[in-house]
Structure formats: structure tokens, C-alpha cells
């Protein structure tokens, strides 16, 4: 009865829903048993023994109370447990970014690739989905990874998983978005490893040189450096920069202290705030208001993407100068 | 009907009949019929639309109505069925009629404001309908944005106005029962003397006056939003798309429990009744409608697990909604018990108190699964959803309210209804309900989205037998319609008190008399002081 499962975490939500179904069915029959008992036993006409009523209840209240209560308590704690794990991506995810609008997926593999309503993935490979809407609220789901996100306009959210089964699987818009809402759906194809490659080399443009900025199918991170250059960035964000700013090399991913003391992971959304409203969250020792001007309205939801993966590959050092990590 | 001699102990079916003796009526029983019929008409306006839904979903094309038509059927359906029909379901008809009766009153604290609020209901009924004519709405009941603020194509802001017009009534409704509770209460009716109908309905209204409001915020911020593009919720104009579903299911999730609540205060006087044993656990069950009112405002973040609400905050919302299951569990055993060693009948009204505690049991504990944030990111909106506040609000609320409509009808009309006939539909509702709504847990967890008018090839077999399901469903709602209409033309007289039953309602001729109480009773005991020995049932079995 339960539907196909093709990802790693597929198997503990599983586990999590079979046991409250388990505890459900116990209530239920507990309570459809007992009313069962008692309707024949005491209904009218019968000569059931009604002498004895129970006079102290709340002996009764309170192991009602209580026991309902702990399992609830425990069930909480495993299914939250099980919640954290699959909301936060391991650090060796790769990102792909998915946009929805009314009324399909489009998807921008980091290494160029591009499909619509389509997703191609490699068995065993943790990735991480960088979801952004255009329009409406649209919401990304696969059944059998048992995983669902909500991708929203102006912000982005994210999901991940491990697919762990081949095959091709559906995937849904869940999140009611207008007119054509149900045929907003698609289908992911999880290969081995080296299919997958096959399909990468396949899939990326070749009449094109694939390591020129801003070409279609050039890694996003390639253009991402062009754009870093072309707005200016790099006039305060480089080890040489004379003006104080904070390094951008290992940052993604970190906990940063803000001004006001609080902590914040540096992630995709993080960076977005940063770039298009710089003097929302000020990192601990810097000005207010921020040195660095608003990029909003000049910078597009593509550039923006491509920043990111630029970022976000300086955590490894920047390139062309060596390991520095 | 006869020159009316001013005999304030007619009945008030009986006395004036002029179309200003009904229309322009202050009795809250009369204006109680009133609410009966509007909200009837509703409901088989909503049946209708759901009806439509159903046979677009035999076939997994979107090949008899077309997405529009279907967007369209299944929104209307919503937003009738939640706030035309279940919301003034039960407060709106049984609580104008019972609670003065009750509490041993004459009427509601402000009478000339309880018909007010009718004539504000249906002013957004209409409203809402003749949004119909201009081709209806396609946003869902939810009206999430920015989807209703910029890109929905159709009367948004109409059916916004609608709503929010019917939910003034609301609020006047839930006014007049608190004070009236507060302050009309006859010498020695004390709190702990309440009928626990009494109780829900007052829980029932604090939510009422205290959730509307916030509904009628932010629909009139959504329509702001699209008349005059200013930025509230959408992101292109500076706006926050979230901020509207965290309003919205601040009002919504409570108003769930406007829907169930009353139907438990129901079930509360019912089983009792038929099991001639007073109330197991009076105090808990009072006590655990308010806990329920409060816990309810504080677990709306469970709608949006997957919506991109920090987790910390999803953890929070995740445990307190189970915390808000307690309280229901512990109405759930205390009606068990009161059936222990019980004398039971089991005639139609028992059928449906029996039926609600089923179907809501299985409501309730779908909800814990929805509650644990694992289970919901696979879930969430989703037919699991759907199968589930279909338990809750069909299985559960309308049960109640069919069980109200059962209980009381000898009372308000002075007739009794075929009982092998009411026998007969509570167990067809029972089942159809069941074969329509179960199916759809198992299509959920499959991973078939709701809102969708085609779907994957695969989910073709359970959703027909959910459609086959509908129209057993579909008969069982028309069957009491009919002979309890007919009870009108030719039925056997009620008497005051044809169950036996507690209550000052029951103290006084059936339909009641204009006047309530010829004199002002005194209450000397507590509720539910239920004994076989004068059990009218019971001859029955004494006599052969
Ligand atoms: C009697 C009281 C009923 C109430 C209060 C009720 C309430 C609701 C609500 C609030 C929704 C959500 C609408 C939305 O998602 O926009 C809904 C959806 C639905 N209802 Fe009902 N309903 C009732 C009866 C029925 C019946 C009798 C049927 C079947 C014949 C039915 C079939 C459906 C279906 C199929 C949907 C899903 C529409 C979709 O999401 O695509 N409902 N109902
Ligand atoms: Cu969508």
C-alpha cells in the first residue's frame, strides 16, 4: 500500500507514519471496541449488572490525560528528529535551482544544464534544491523522495535529498497555482552515476565553448565571476580591496555574528538579502548604514543565480589562485 | 392561519403568520427557522458544486468540466460549505434557538440584533452568489497570494465583500450568546449547572468574536492589495506572501473548531439522553471546550510546514498541536464512559452522537499524523488533507449536526419523523461517507495533490470508488430532507418530552410557546439527572 520509495529519507518518514498509524488504530479500536462492549452489554432490555457506577472520575481524567499526553510527547520528538534531517542539506549537496511558474518547472543544473519539467539526477548523490517562483506560490513534490517546498516569488526556499532508487518518478506542484495547476507536473529520472554523466555531456550545449561567461550551458559559477566583476564587487570584496568588507572566500555556510549579537548561517537566502538590501542584517563590526549600495532593480533573478554559485564555490579559495582554504 | 388572539403561550409555530410576523420576527426560535432553511439552501448549493467535482474526478482528463469549471465548482464548494453553511450550522440555528431555553430565558440578550445578524448573513450569501453570475472565483477558499491579489482572473474582490459581510454577522451572533449567558441565566442556574451544549456554545463564540475580525483583515487587505496595487503581500511590490497565510489560518484554524465545537456540546446532551445516566466527567468536558478555544489560536503555523517558515518556529507549532489533541481525547473517553453501564438506546439521534464520535476519532488522530512535521512535508496538501478535515467537518460536524436536527425536531416542530426511516439514512450517511472519504487518505499518501481536475493514471480506481461513494453520500442527505418535511403534513404529535430528557427545554410544550416559560423556573439541581425509572423509551421494553 505504501507507494514507491527512491530516496534516502523516504524510509524514516515511512517509519514515522506507520507508527502513528499503529497508534491510531489502537485508539480507534479501543474506543469503537469499548463503545461496541458497552452498547450490547448495556443497552436497553438487557439485564446487565448496571449497580457500582464508577463515582470518582477523575482517577479516570487524569490517565487519560496523561497517557495520550507521553505518546504524543514521544511521537513529537522522533518526528521532529526525523524533520531536522531532512531539512538540512549536507555540506557536499549540489545545489540545482529551480524556478516555477505558471504553470511549469524550469531547472538550471550548476554545470550548465538546463530542462524544463524534467529532472534529471545521479543515484547516490545528495543534492539541494534552491527553489524561487516567478510568479504565483508554487510547491515542488516528489511522492516517492516523501519530500514537498513551497517555492515562493521574491525569495528563495530549499530542499534536499538523496535518491537512492532508479527510475523515473513523478513530480507534482502542490500548492494550488491557477488555471493549469494540474498539468503543472514533470518527471525526475534518477541514473546511475555514470548515465548521468553521459546525459551531462549530452545535455550541455557543444557548439558553444562551455567555459565562456555568459554563454548558455556554461557552469553558473563561471558567469557568476563575470557578473561579480561586471557590478563592481570585487571593488571592495578581494583580499586586496582597500575598502573594509567582509571576505567572501569560506563564507557560505558559515554562522555570522550580526551587529545586534544575534548568529546567522550565511546561505542563498542570506546572500540575496545581502545584495539587494545590504542594510537589513549588518555583520558584527561593520558600519550602519552599510558601505555597500542596494543592487535592487538592477541585478536579474539570473545574475542572481549565478552570483550565488560563484559565492558559493569561494568556498573553496578563489580560483586561479591556489588552495587557500 | 386564525385570527391570532394574543395568547402568549401559543406556540410559536402557531401565532401570527403575516409575512412581517416572520420576517420581521425577534423570537430568537423563529429567527432559529430561519437560519434552518437559508442555511439548507446553502448546503445543497455546496452539495452541487461538490457534485461536480466528483464526476470530474471519475476520469483522470480534466474531460468533463475543463480546469476553469473545475477551479471555479471546487472553490465555490469551499467557501460555501465553510462559511455558509458550518459556521452558523449549529450556533446559528440550534444555539438561537436552545440557549434561551436552557438557560431558562425569555430570549437573547438583544433580540432586535439577532435578526439584524440574519439579514447580514444573507446579504453575504447573496453577494457571495451573484458573484456566480460574473463567473465565479478560482483562488481556492484559501485566497492565498499573490495568486488572489495580481493573478487570479475572476471576482475576487466580490466574493471578498460577500465574506466579509457574512462574517459581521458572526461576530453579533457570538456577542448576544456571550452576554446572554453572562446575564440571562434563570435563580439557580449556576455555571457548573450549564448544559455542556451551553458551554461549547460559549466557547464557540469567544472564538467568534475573537477570530473574525482577523479574517475580515486580511481578506480586505487582499482586496485592497488588488484594486489599488499597494504592496502587502506581494514581493514584486514590496509585499510578503507569507504574511497573508499566517493571518488567514489564525482566523481559519480556529474556526475549525467553531465548526466541531458545537457538534461535541451536542453529542454531550445526546448520549446521555439515550444512555439515562447522567454525564461522565462533567466538569472535564466543560473545562476542555474552553481549553480548545484557547490552544486553537495558537497552532495556525501547522498549515505551513513546507511553506518556508523556519523550522524552530514549525517545531513549536508542531507540538502545541498535539497538546490541542488532549483535550478531545478527553472528550472522547468521557462520552465512552458515560455509556458504561448506561441503559442505551439506540434511536436515531444515538445513531448519529455514535457516528460523530467514529468519524471524528479518526478526524482527530489523521490530525496527529499531520501534526508530526515529517509526515506532513509528504502530506501536506495533498487528498490525505483533504481525507482528513472531510473527517473532521463532514464526518464529525455535520454528523453532529444531523444528530442536533434529530434530537430537536420533535421539539421544534411538535412532530416525531419515521424513526425506521432516520435509522435507515444515519446508517447510509455513515457508510457512503466512508466509502467517499476513506479512499482519498490512501490516494494522499500516494501522492496525489488536491486542486487538480487530471491526475495520474494510476489514482483512477480509488477515485471513482470515492465518487461512487459521493452519491450514496448524496442520497443520505436528501432522505432526511424529505420525511422530515413530510413530519410537516402528517406526522404523530411529539408531546413536551417524547426522549425523556433533562434539560428546561424539554420542560415546555413542543414547538415551545411564544414566551418560553410561563413563569421564570428556578433550578434546584445539575444536568443530567438521567434515571431509568422515567424513562418514556423504556415502556417499550417493560410492556412487551
Ligand atoms: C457537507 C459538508 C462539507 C463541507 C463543509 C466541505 C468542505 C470542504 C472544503 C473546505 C474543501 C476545500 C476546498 C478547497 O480546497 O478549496 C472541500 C473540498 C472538497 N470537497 Fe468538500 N465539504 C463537504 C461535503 C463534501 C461532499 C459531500 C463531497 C463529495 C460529494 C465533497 C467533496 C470534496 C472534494 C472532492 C474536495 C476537493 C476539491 C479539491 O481540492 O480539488 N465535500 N470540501
Ligand atoms: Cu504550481
Redesign the interface.
Known sequence: ???ERAAEGAR??DA??LS??A??LF??LL??L??LR??IK????SR???????QK?WR??VT??II??LI??A??IW??W???D??QPPRNARTIYVVGK?WMWKIQHPDGPEEINELHLARGQPVKLLLRSQ???H?F?I??F?????A????Y?SMWFTPNKTGAF?L????????????M?GTVYVMEPEAFQLWRSSASPKDKAPNMPGTPGAPLAITGQGTFFDFGCNACHTPSARVIAPQLDGLFGQQIRLRDGSLITADEQYIRESILDPNAKIAAGYAYPSLMPTYKGQISESEMRDLIQFIQDLRDGWPGKGETP | MTAAAADPMQSFIRSRWGWRDWLLTTDHKRIALLYLLSITGFFFIGGAAASLVRLELLTPKADLLGEEIYNRSFTLHGIIMVWFFLIPSIPAVFGNFLVPLMIGARDLAFPRLNLASWYIFIAGGLIVLSAIIWGGVDTGWTFYTPYSTTYANSAVVLVIAGIVVAGFSSILTGLNFIVTIHTMRAPGMGWMRLPLFVWSTYATSIILVLATPVLAIVTILVAIERIWTVGIFNPDLGGDPLLFQHLFWFYSHPAVYIMVLPSMGVVSEIIPCFARKPIFGYHFIAFSSIAIAVLGFLVWGHHMFVSGQSIYASLIFSILSFLVAIPSAIKVFNWTATLHKGTIHFRTPMLYALGFVGLFVLGGLTGLLLAATAVDIHVHDTYFIVAHFHYIMVGGAVMGYLAAVHFWWPKLSGRRYHEGLGIFSAILLFVGFNLTFFPQFILGYEGMPRRTASYAEEFQLLNVLSTAGASILGVGYVLPLIYLLWTLRKAPDAGPNPWGATGLEWSVSSPPPQENFAETPVITGPPYAYDTMSDPMNQEYVHG
Not at chain 1, 448495556?42 to 432490555?45: C, K
Not at chain 1, 446487565?48 to 464508577?54: C, N, Y
Not at chain 1, 507534482?172 to 498539468?183: I, K, L, N, P, R
Open positions: 500500500m505504501l507507494p524514516e518518514v514515522v507514519f502513528l498509524i497508534m491510531a485508539f480507534v474506543v469503537g469499548l463503545i458497552f452498547s448495556y443497552r436497553a432490555g446487565a449488572d448496571r449497580s457500582g457506577r464508577v472520575t479516570w481524567e487519560w490525560t495520550p499526553g504524543g510527547l511521537i513529537f518526528s521532529g526525523v524533520f531536522f531532512v531539512t505558471q510568479d504565483v506560490i510547491s513534490y511522492p516517492a516523501r519530500v514537498k517546498q513551497d515562493l516569488p521574491g525569495r526556499t513523478h507534482f506542484c502542490a500548492e494550488y497555482c491557477g488555471t493549469e495547476h494540474s498539468q507536473r
